[in-house]
């Protein structure tokens, strides 16, 4: 490896965020907080377990940022020619448009990220905190991580918390509890956003769409020519194929499913 790969920005990024998770918990450690006093207590599980979850969550922060969020592939693969049959359900209303940037056909869903440089399936976003982007591959684990990220801010902010004590003088109060001050204002940033991103997610994922077609329907043709969103099969599916890959299939069958089923409703009305 380069010398210079090691100043690439997602080394730099996930090595900031290790940092910083480890320097927080450190800070909690060494003041009077709560972990403090069940250390003394010899009540040893509640820190243990504190640890555990920060390392879970720092372990699912890497795994998310790692991995493949669900590029596609410039060479098909053999799982990747059965989608491509299935294609032909679609309506030709609906043609599977090529990337101009990497000059692969794009399934539906599909968006290609500047960042990354390739074409991401199920496109969500591209998360600058870790460097990667968030699509159908890494799309669940990027939930469980925001979710377990949250309990661990929140229990950390009471934690910083439980060792203010704001009744000494404020000169001796600022130089004994100045940073612990400084990590629960940053925590509590860091509780907001972390609470705001999770909630926006499960939204999305309820209703089985994406941050990306959330934000520019008006400019995706797959949603402009359709009244709602096609992909919508309702709460359960929804949450069903989301986190379990069920029921399975390529989402341009899903598509046509739903266009069929509009037309047997139309039928029915007249």
């Given at each position: 490896?380069?010398?210079?790969?090691?100043?690439?920005?997602?080394?730099?990024?996930?090595?900031?965020?290790?940092?910083?998770?480890?320097?927080?918990?450190?800070?909690?450690?060494?003041?009077?907080?709560?972990?403090?006093?069940?250390?003394?207590?010899?009540?040893?599980?509640?820190?243990?377990?504190?640890?555990?979850?920060?390392?879970?969550?720092?372990?699912?922060?890497?795994?998310?940022?790692?991995?493949?969020?669900?590029?596609?592939?410039?060479?098909?693969?053999?799982?990747?020619?059965?989608?491509?049959?299935?294609?032909?359900?679609?309506?030709?209303?609906?043609?599977?448009?090529?990337?101009?940037?990497?000059?692969?056909?794009?399934?539906?869903?599909?968006?290609?990220?500047?960042?990354?440089?390739?074409?991401?399936?199920?496109?969500?976003?591209?998360?600058?905190?870790?460097?990667?982007?968030?699509?159908?591959?890494?799309?669940?684990?990027?939930?469980?991580?925001?979710?377990?990220?949250?309990?661990?801010?929140?229990?950390?902010?009471?934690?910083?918390?439980?060792?203010?004590?704001?009744?000494?003088?404020?000169?001796l109060w600022l130089r004994s509890s100045g940073l612990l001050f400084a990590?629960?204002?940053?925590?509590?940033?860091?509780?907001?956003?972390?609470?705001?991103?999770?909630?926006?997610?499960?939204?999305?994922?309820?209703?089985?769409?994406?941050?990306?077609?959330?934000?520019?329907?008006?400019?995706?043709?797959?949603?402009?020519?359709?009244?709602?969103?096609?992909?919508?099969?309702?709460?359960?599916?929804?949450?069903?194929?989301?986190?379990?890959?069920?029921?399975?299939?390529?989402?341009?069958?899903?598509?046509?499913?739903?266009?069929?089923?509009?037309?047997e409703g139309r039928s029915q009305a007249v």
């Open positions: 490896m380069a010398p210079w790969a090691l100043l690439s920005p997602g080394v730099l990024v996930r090595t900031g965020h290790t940092v910083l998770t480890w320097g927080i918990t450190l800070v909690l450690f060494l003041h009077d907080t709560a972990l403090r006093q069940w250390e003394e207590q010899g009540e040893l599980l509640l820190p243990l377990t504190f640890l555990l979850l920060v390392l879970g969550s720092l372990l699912l922060y890497l795994a998310v940022s790692l991995m493949d969020p669900g590029y596609v592939n410039v060479q098909p693969q053999p799982q990747e020619e059965v989608k491509e049959e299935q294609t032909a359900m679609v309506p030709q209303a609906i043609p599977l448009r090529r990337c101009r940037y990497c000059l692969v056909l794009q399934p539906l869903r599909a968006r290609h990220c500047r960042e990354c440089r390739r074409c991401v399936r199920r496109y969500d976003h591209h998360c600058p905190w870790m460097e990667n982007c968030v699509g159908e591959r890494n799309h669940p684990l990027f939930v469980a991580y925001l979710a377990l990220q949250l309990v661990v801010l929140l229990w950390s902010l009471y934690l910083a918390w439980s060792g203010l004590h704001f009744f000494q003088p404020w000169g990590t629960f204002l940053l925590l509590s940033l860091f509780s907001l956003v972390a609470s705001l991103l999770l909630a926006s997610h499960l939204y999305l994922v309820a209703s089985n769409t994406t941050t990306w077609e959330f934000i520019s329907s008006h400019r995706i043709a797959y949603l402009r020519q359709r009244p709602g969103n096609p992909f919508d099969r309702g709460l359960t599916r929804n949450l069903a194929h989301f986190f379990c890959g069920w029921p399975s299939g390529s989402w341009e069958t899903l598509w046509a499913e739903g266009e069929e089923e509009e037309e």
